[in-house]
């Protein structure tokens, strides 16, 4: 038995002093020069600021009396979590320094508590070992050090966690990456990568491959800047093209590699378009080493627009609605750059989650072994039906703090409303056939028919025809999943294209001008009606005025409506108007259509009332297929590749 180091202090050398607090907390922050390769924003340091604090990827320098804590995202301890899924019973702290000054331990419990567990003075050229116990973290809790610096500098040279391996081996990973006409952000996460692996880098003992699963027409491989990243890569680099299958056929055809080189012990699937934080990737091959039993381990999400903003801690599938939602006890887009891990006491408490996003997931192979491989849906519930699946069948999973890729947020767009309406439908409702506890599904048929009606209220025709025929496609059962892969997106792409809403311009000058007329008495409200009575009103008022003649002088917007204000209570008061997209790039028309709203209304009723009856034999139809629609046969069939 040997020690092994789960986590390694590191630091952001890529000049973004927006993330340094996800690092390092004190008085003066700032970054070095780049080496990492990934794209990154050079912000250049403040008068009273040092640009050389960043020594390198382990080193930092604090000035005399400045005091640096790293009670951090990245670099505290999450002891709570390897006390609950690990085999280990202590942590051991290593901080190597040069200089005179003071290390300070600390720890903190579940409600966020936080007491100092010892103090060391530090001389020239001084390396502590703080052995810590982790029997105390079962609900959660956090280790981390402090460094202050005496009359003279004080520098950081390394520091790392280390646990007692339990006589395990150490594991290794090959990392699928899926893409799509994304070329210039794959090329960067494959020098970020490259970089990690090279020499005796941080990552060089950890992953076997890089295999890029290209489904686009804009190829990786012709990208300006993709030969150096090969050349950094060699041959752990691995380029395969096929159809576009989305991210269910992408990362299935990852995992189907991954099995048939049989080399590594797990598969690690990461998004084209994320920037990675490279020891993240090697601290959730250590966690999954060292679980009491095969373990999915996830990484969190933090925004690409705003770096310190964590997406969410961890994620529930809420099973009475069967809808994604913020494990309990925590919040949404948290920004640590403005509450840190000392001063959020939920961060603290350990998180339980059903699933973990593939914008980076780690699987072991175990475990695709054992509960197959995506469900064939394109894109939509994949990730969220796969823990479900893996935890019924005993792998649970953990979106383990420290390990995290930055991404574009969800924010920023509303995919519940353009083509992808149509895949989170439909694939919403299979995985609640799959593994809704309830005999009926919950709420969620109700809740779906409401839905259905807000696209109505909202002149979101060509979401309400995509949803529609979502839920058509669920009742024809499972059988057609893998045929349909490959033509599904193009079916549906027609079928929003058929409606005026789905015509998306950059400028609305490109529609006819505003309706010419006399002002409204009273200006239309746009706060969204309170309480279940309000509700209830507006929705009324709304769809009877859905169901009576357009005016004749609909031809032309009534008014132009920011996407801010853009809901259904105050688009169900318009015939007519020009409505802003969610990300502010372009503007839809959307126009009343009496016909086709009564139509979809009569349809929508109609197919709700089916899926609450047929519900039950539906389900047994689902589950009893699973074993087919993920396992390795269907898949090869699907994507044409030969038995190993």
Same mark, same amino acid.
Request: glycine letters at 10%; hydrophobic letters at 40%; proline letters at 6%.
């Given at each position: 038995?040997?020690?092994?180091?789960?986590a390694r202090?590191?630091?952001?050398?890529?000049?973004?002093?927006?993330i340094?607090?996800?690092?390092?907390?004190?008085e003066?922050?700032?970054?070095?020069?780049?080496?990492l390769g990934?794209?990154?924003?050079?912000?250049?340091?403040?008068?009273?600021?040092?640009?050389d604090?960043v020594?390198?990827?382990?080193?930092?320098r604090?000035?005399?009396?400045?005091r640096?804590?790293?009670?951090?995202y990245?670099?505290?301890?999450?002891?709570g979590? !390897?006390?609950?899924? %690990?085999?280990?019973?202590?942590?051991?702290?290593?901080?190597?320094?040069?200089?005179?000054?003071?290390?300070?331990?600390?720890?903190s419990?579940?409600?966020?508590?936080?007491?100092?567990?010892?103090?060391?003075?530090?001389?020239?050229?001084?390396?502590?070992?703080v052995?810590?116990?982790?029997?105390?973290?079962?609900?959660?809790?956090?280790?981390?050090?402090?460094?202050?610096?005496?009359?003279?500098?004080?520098?950081?040279v390394?520091?790392?966690?280390?646990?007692?391996?339990?006589?395990?081996?150490?594991?290794?990973?090959?990392?699928?990456?899926?893409?799509?006409?994304?070329?210039?952000?794959?090329?960067?996460?494959?020098?970020?990568?490259?970089?990690?692996?090279?020499?005796?880098?941080?990552?060089?003992?950890?992953?076997?491959?890089?295999?890029?699963?290209?489904?686009?027409?804009?190829?990786?491989?012709?990208?300006?800047?993709?030969?150096?990243?090969?050349?950094?890569?060699?041959?752990?680099l691995r380029?395969?093209?096929?159809?576009?299958?989305?991210? %269910?056929?992408?990362?299935?055809?990852?995992?189907?590699?991954?099995?048939?080189?049989?080399?590594?012990?797990?598969v690690?699937?990461?998004?084209?378009?994320?920037?990675c934080?490279?020891?993240?990737?090697?601290?959730?091959?250590?966690?999954?080493?060292?679980?009491?039993?095969?373990?999915?381990?996830?990484?969190?999400?933090?925004?690409?627009?705003?770096?310190?903003?964590?997406?969410?801690?961890?994620?529930?599938?809420?099973?009475?609605?069967?809808?994604w939602?913020?494990a309990?006890?925590?919040?949404?887009?948290?920004?640590?750059?403005?509450?840190?891990l000392? %001063?959020?006491?939920?961060?603290?408490?350990?998180?339980?989650?059903?699933?973990?996003?593939? !914008?980076?997931?780690?699987?072991p192979?175990?475990?695709?072994?054992?509960?197959?491989?995506s469900?064939?849906?394109?894109?939509?519930?994949?990730?969220?039906?796969?823990?479900?699946?893996?935890?019924?069948?005993?792998?649970?999973?953990?979106?383990l703090?420290?390990a995290?890729?930055?991404?574009v947020p969800?924010?920023?767009?509303?995919?519940?409303?353009?083509?992808?309406?149509?895949?989170?439908?439909?694939?919403?409702?299979?995985?609640?056939?799959?593994?809704s506890?309830?005999?009926?599904?919950?709420?969620?048929?109700?809740?779906?028919?409401?839905?259905?009606?807000?696209?109505?209220?909202?002149?979101?025709?060509?979401?309400?025809?995509?949803?529609?025929?979502?839920?058509?496609?669920?009742?024809?059962?499972p059988s057609?999943?893998?045929?349909d892969?490959?033509?599904?997106?193009?079916?549906?792409?027609?079928?929003?294209? %058929?409606?005026?809403?789905?015509?998306?311009?950059?400028?609305?000058?490109?529609f006819?001008?505003?309706?010419?007329?006399?002002?409204?008495?009273?200006?239309?409200?746009?706060?969204?009606?309170?309480?279940?009575?309000?509700?209830?009103?507006?929705?009324?008022?709304?769809?009877?005025?859905?169901?009576?003649?357009?005016?004749?002088?609909?031809?032309?917007?009534?008014?132009?409506?920011?996407?801010?204000?853009?809901?259904? !209570?105050?688009?169900?008061r318009?015939?007519?108007?020009?409505?802003?997209?969610?990300?502010?790039?372009?503007?839809?028309?959307?126009?009343?259509?009496?016909?086709?709203?009564?139509?979809?209304?009569?349809?929508?009723?109609?197919?709700?009332?089916?899926?609450?009856?047929? !519900?039950?034999?539906?389900?047994?139809?689902?589950?009893?297929?699973?074993?087919?629609?993920?396992?390795?046969?269907s898949?090869?069939?699907?994507?044409?590749?030969?038995?190993?």
């Amino acid at each position: 038995m040997t020690d092994r180091v789960v986590a390694r202090v590191v630091f952001p050398t890529d000049g973004d002093l927006d993330i340094l607090p996800l690092y390092v907390d004190g008085e003066h922050v700032s970054a070095a020069s780049p080496d990492l390769g990934g794209p990154a924003v050079f912000v250049p340091s403040a008068p009273d600021q040092h640009p050389d604090q960043v020594l390198s990827r382990r080193g930092y320098r604090l000035d005399p009396g400045q005091r640096a804590s790293f009670a951090t995202y990245f670099n505290a301890f999450p002891a709570g979590y !390897w006390r609950r899924w %690990s085999v280990v019973d202590g942590v051991t702290l290593v901080v190597r320094t040069n200089g005179p000054g003071t290390l300070m331990v600390y720890r903190s419990n579940a409600r966020g508590t936080v007491a100092r567990v010892t103090t060391e003075v530090l001389t020239a050229d001084t390396e502590h070992r703080v052995p810590l116990p982790l029997r105390s973290f079962g609900d959660g809790g956090w280790y981390w050090f402090d460094l202050v610096a005496g009359q003279e500098e004080l520098t950081l040279v390394e520091a790392d966690w280390r646990v007692d391996d339990q006589g395990r081996s150490s594991g290794t990973t090959t990392v699928g990456v899926t893409t799509f006409n994304r070329p210039d952000y794959c090329t960067a996460l494959l020098h970020q990568l490259g970089a990690a692996v090279e020499g005796d880098g941080e990552l060089a003992a950890v992953v076997d491959e890089v295999v890029v699963v290209d489904q686009g027409t804009r190829k990786v491989t012709a990208d300006p800047g993709f030969p150096a990243a090969q050349e950094r890569l060699g041959s752990r680099l691995r380029m395969l093209e096929q159809a576009n299958l989305g991210g %269910s056929g992408g990362f299935s055809r990852a995992m189907l590699e991954t099995l048939d080189a049989g080399r590594s012990d797990h598969v690690l699937l990461l998004d084209d378009d994320v920037v990675c934080e490279p020891e993240g990737i090697a601290r959730a091959v250590a966690f999954a080493d060292l679980a009491r039993r095969p373990t999915i381990v996830g990484g969190h999400m933090f925004s690409m627009h705003q770096r310190s903003v964590l997406h969410a801690l961890g994620e529930v599938v809420l099973p009475w609605q069967f809808r994604w939602g913020a494990a309990p006890s925590t919040r949404h887009s948290h920004d640590l750059a403005a509450a840190n891990l000392r %001063s959020t006491p939920w961060l603290h408490r350990r998180t339980d989650v059903d699933y973990n996003g593939w !914008w980076m997931c780690l699987i072991p192979i175990v475990v695709l072994r054992d509960v197959g491989l995506s469900l064939p849906v394109f894109i939509k519930w994949d990730d969220a039906e796969y823990g479900l699946r893996a935890a019924a069948a005993g792998y649970p999973t953990v979106s383990l703090p420290g390990a995290a890729v930055w991404h574009v947020p969800w924010t920023d767009k509303d995919d519940s409303v353009d083509w992808q309406a149509y895949f989170h439908a439909r694939n919403r409702f299979v995985a609640a056939l799959l593994h809704s506890p309830f005999r009926f599904g919950g709420r969620m048929v109700r809740e779906s028919l409401a839905i259905q009606v807000k696209h109505l209220l909202g002149m979101q025709y060509s979401a309400a025809l995509l949803r529609q025929r979502a839920l058509e496609d669920v009742l024809a059962g499972p059988s057609g999943m893998h045929a349909d892969l490959p033509e599904r997106l193009a079916e549906v792409r027609a079928l929003r294209a %058929s409606q005026p809403d789905a015509d998306v311009r950059p400028d609305p000058d490109h529609f006819p001008s505003l309706r010419r007329g006399r002002p409204r008495k009273r200006e239309l409200g746009t706060l969204r009606p309170a309480g279940v009575v309000g509700t209830a009103v507006a929705g009324a008022a709304g769809l009877l005025r859905q169901v009576a003649p357009v005016a004749g002088d609909a031809a032309y917007p009534e008014r132009h409506v920011p996407a801010a204000e853009a809901g259904w !209570w105050t688009l169900s008061r318009l015939d007519s108007a020009l409505v802003s997209t969610t990300d502010g790039t372009g503007v839809s028309w959307h126009r009343r259509d009496r016909s086709l709203a009564l139509g979809l209304l009569r349809d929508s009723i109609a197919v709700h009332q089916r899926l609450l009856r047929e !519900w039950p034999a539906l389900a047994r139809r689902y589950r009893a297929a699973l074993g087919g629609l993920v396992g390795q046969e269907s898949w090869r069939k699907t994507l044409d590749l030969p038995a190993p």
